[in-house]
């Protein structure tokens, strides 16, 4: 199992960032955020997701002003997004927000920073520092010829010492890219350099499948690792489905599990049963369930009933059969045509089980 790396505690609204906290999933609204009714339909569904914290823009007056009402009609901590005019963070903390996100390639004036700081500290709201691949201060750029993780680690230390003399450290970091490589390098070297928590991230990583593999290729380097204690997959879709990729990622790595995870073999043929519209139907079935299970839809003798087996619940399909095992054994046998049916309900079975347990706990 990883070890996580140790970090400060950070307290974010209601939950924490770090220490002995659980890795966090984040996500960000596309919507305008001025627009409240539709920002906070998103939001209700990234709830609904299991988002656990929510991060807004905030590119003007009437952004900065909608946050108060936003933020006392939703559950979960909201972080205010402030680029290039600190005005806005004053706002925002004005509005009750929980944290904020400041871009230290955007926002240089270190008096207006000093300010912002002093309305944080006094009313307790973290600071992260998202430094941006795309945004670096050009002065950084030109020290070091570019841009490159090392110039990354440079523009966050500036930063993380600037809020230091200010007695400031309710302090996050992130050092994001859309290049991967370079991002995980930052993320080792900022890992090496601070005890702050590190909020992990490929930026701008792309449109769904493209984005969900560079994500996962570097969010789980880094997590592997023991690096990173909040994290966003950031993609070019319905935000929903940066919080399913984010749960997927935790889950593959056994970090934190969320909901149903689902084993499907991926047919060839050796297989006696479609098994892929049959695990498409499962898999809508099961959507929206919270309880932490692993369920198996497997299609021939080879691996089938060892993976079914080793599920929670699991389906082995067979020539005209089909085998339903619950806890590595097999509970029903039944006619191909009645296999989805009957998986469903030792599924619901068993699940009524382990939430009677976790009620009992």
Same mark, same amino acid.
């Given at each position: 199992m990883t070890t996580r790396r140790k970090t400060h505690s950070v307290k974010v609204g209601s939950l924490f960032i770090g220490g002995e906290a659980p890795i966090t999933v984040q996500s960000m609204t596309k919507t305008p955020t001025h627009d409240i009714d539709a920002t906070l339909l998103q939001i209700y569904d990234l709830q609904q997701a299991g988002c656990d914290i929510v991060r807004c823009a905030v590119?003007?007056?009437?952004?900065?002003?909608?946050?108060g009402e936003i933020r006392i009609n939703i559950q979960i901590p909201l972080v205010a997004d402030?680029?290039?005019?600190?005005?806005?963070?004053?706002?925002?903390?004005?509005?009750?927000?929980?944290?904020?996100?400041?871009?230290?390639?955007?926002?240089?004036?270190?008096?207006?920073?000093?300010d912002i700081v002093a309305a944080a500290k006094e009313r307790s709201v973290p600071i992260r520092i998202g430094v941006n691949a795309?945004?670096?201060?050009?002065?950084? &750029? #030109?020290?070091?010829?570019? @841009?490159?993780?090392?110039?990354?680690?440079?523009?966050?230390?500036? =930063?993380?010492?600037?809020?230091?003399?200010?007695?400031?450290?309710?302090?996050?970091?992130?050092?994001?890219?859309?290049d991967v490589l370079m991002c995980v390098k930052a993320y080792e070297l900022a890992a090496a350099k601070f005890e702050y928590p590190l909020h992990i991230g490929i930026t701008e990583a792309g449109l769904t499948m493209p984005g969900t593999v560079k994500s996962s290729?570097?969010?789980?380097?880094?997590?592997?690792?023991?690096?990173?204690?909040?994290?966003?997959?950031?993609?070019?879709?319905d935000p929903v489905e940066e919080i399913k990729v984010g749960y997927e990622i935790l889950s593959a790595l056994?970090?934190?599990?969320?909901?149903?995870?689902?084993?499907?073999?991926?047919?060839?043929g050796r297989c006696d049963i479609d098994v892929v519209p049959l695990a498409s139907l499962i898999q809508e079935?099961?959507?929206? &369930? #919270?309880?932490?299970?692993? @369920?198996?839809?497997?299609?021939c003798?080879?691996?089938?009933?060892? =993976?079914?087996?080793a599920a929670d619940v699991g389906l082995a399909g067979g020539a005209g059969v089909g085998l339903i095992f619950s806890q590595g054994k097999i509970v029903r046998k039944v006619k191909t045509e009645e296999m989805l049916d009957a998986f469903m309900e030792v599924l619901d079975e068993e699940e009524a089980k382990k939430k009677a347990e976790s009620v009992e706990v």
């Open positions: 590119p003007d007056d009437r952004a900065a002003e909608a946050l402030i680029h290039f005019n600190a005005k806005y963070a004053m706002m925002a903390l004005e509005q009750g927000v929980d944290k904020l996100r400041l871009n230290p390639g955007n926002l240089k004036d270190e008096r207006k920073i000093a795309g945004s670096l201060d050009s002065r950084i &750029r #030109e020290r070091f010829g570019g @841009v490159c993780p090392e110039a990354m680690v440079a523009s966050a230390q500036e =930063e993380v010492e600037l809020l230091e003399r200010l007695d400031f450290h309710d302090i996050v970091i992130s050092l994001k890219a859309s290729i570097g969010l789980g380097h880094l997590l592997m690792q023991g690096i990173g204690d909040t994290m966003r997959v950031s993609l070019t879709t056994d970090i934190r599990k969320r909901g149903m995870a689902i084993i499907s073999c991926p047919s060839c079935r099961l959507a929206g &369930r #919270e309880t932490p299970m692993t @369920v198996a839809v497997m299609g003798e080879v691996n089938g009933p060892g =993976e079914a087996r």
